[in-house]
């Protein structure tokens, strides 16, 4: 029996909540953000790239959220529509809410870092109001990431999006994606992601952001066995906890575990791996493929986009990655740049 159950029948495959911000990559890169005085703008957001991920990879896709009245939040939504999203849920805020902007710093390959700028942000002002239950019905998936957990209304909004996700047998994807600058305090961040999670089919996040979660437990040796376990009493079916270049290990409720590869990269910023991971494996999940395929998918996506100076801009198509994975399969080192360009 398939782990997992995507809906043939729906027409939308895979719905993003959440951000929609703006990145600003540095172009003067290895060196810090104190000396950088140009940089290139893309639609950033860790839903949105992951949601341009899966539309790049040809999946039918949509967006739930709120953009800012105003020309970055005109930029994204263009953006979007290029990129083939269905953008009929994405509203346009009128509160005087600005767009959430992420300055990103690349001070070596090894050392990035982002300067979060997200007081009044369009994207937490998503209210109950906007989520119909209709559209989030006619998705095969729904992704949601943690950021949108830490301010109301946004975060009823999520977990409006969640009832109606379990009501309607759609595949839900949690990235945890935590960011530590929009939330109160650790512990408010721990309960609101731990309840989250209990409604979720594949929980994805790095061994930090579940320590993050494990604030009141007892996993004193960040065991990755630990952590899934507790999932799988709730709706889980696949716990992924990432490790950065040491790669990734997924478990499932069938009591499997599988280590992910890591494929070469000429690492230009790390910022953007996690996304684009995302994008590769849920992708790989819907073709039907097994974990350790999909997690090979998502593994070479993440190296394609960490070998970019973009994020949402440098994910790859499914020939990219094809031609990727054969290349590093045939031991042929030469890493093929996604998105070179800076003007
Ligand atoms: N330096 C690297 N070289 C090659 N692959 C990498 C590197 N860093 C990350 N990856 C790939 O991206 C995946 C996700 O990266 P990770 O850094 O753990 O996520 P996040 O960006 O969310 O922090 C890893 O499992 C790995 O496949
Ligand atoms: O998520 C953001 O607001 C910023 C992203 O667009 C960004 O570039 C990034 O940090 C990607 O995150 P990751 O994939 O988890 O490394």
């Not at 790669?247 to 996304?275: C, H, L, M």
Request: glycine share 8%.
């Amino acid at each position: 029996m398939n782990l997992l159950n995507f809906d043939s029948r729906k027409p939308m495959d895979f719905i993003a909540i959440g951000r929609l911000c703006i990145d600003l990559n540095a172009n003067e890169i290895n060196r810090p953000m104190e000396e950088s005085v140009t940089f290139t703008k893309y639609v950033g957001g860790s839903p949105a790239n992951i949601a341009i991920g899966m539309s790049r990879l040809g999946l039918k896709t949509g967006f739930i959220g709120r953009v800012a009245d105003d020309q970055m939040g005109r930029f994204i939504l263009n953006y979007l529509k290029k990129n083939q999203i269905d953008t009929s849920n994405v509203i346009t805020d009128q509160s005087g809410s600005v767009t959430g902007l992420a300055f990103t710093e690349i001070k070596s390959p090894t050392d990035c870092s982002i300067l979060l700028y997200r007081d009044n942000v369009a994207d937490l002002k998503l209210e109950p109001g906007d989520i119909s239950e209709e559209y989030i019905k006619n998705a095969k998936t729904l992704l949601i990431s943690g950021t949108a957990l830490a301010k109301s209304p946004s975060r009823e909004a999520v977990f409006l999006a969640l009832d109606y996700a379990r009501k309607h047998d759609v595949v839900v994807f949690f990235d945890l994606d935590y960011r530590p600058y929009t939330w109160t305090s650790p512990e408010e961040t721990a309960v609101y992601y731990n309840l989250a999670a209990e409604k979720c089919d594949v929980i994805i996040g790095t061994r930090e952001e579940f320590d993050m979660m494990e604030r009141f437990e007892q996993n004193p040796n960040h065991d990755d066995s630990f952590t899934a376990q507790k999932w799988f009493a709730y709706h889980a079916k696949i716990v992924v906890i990432k490790h950065g270049k040491n790669g990734s290990i997924a478990y499932t409720k069938r009591g499997e575990s599988f280590e992910g590869t890591v494929f070469p990269a000429k690492v230009i910023k790390t910022f953007g791996a996690g996304d684009s991971y995302a994008a590769g494996f849920i992708y790989g999940l819907m073709q039907g493929w097994d974990i350790p395929r999909s997690m090979e998918y998502g593994a070479a996506a993440a190296s394609i986009v960490i070998s970019s100076h973009s994020c949402s801009e440098a994910m790859p198509t499914a020939g990219q990655i094809d031609n990727y994975i054969q290349k590093c399969k045939n031991g042929e080192l030469t890493v093929e740049f996604a998105d070179t360009t800076r003007e």
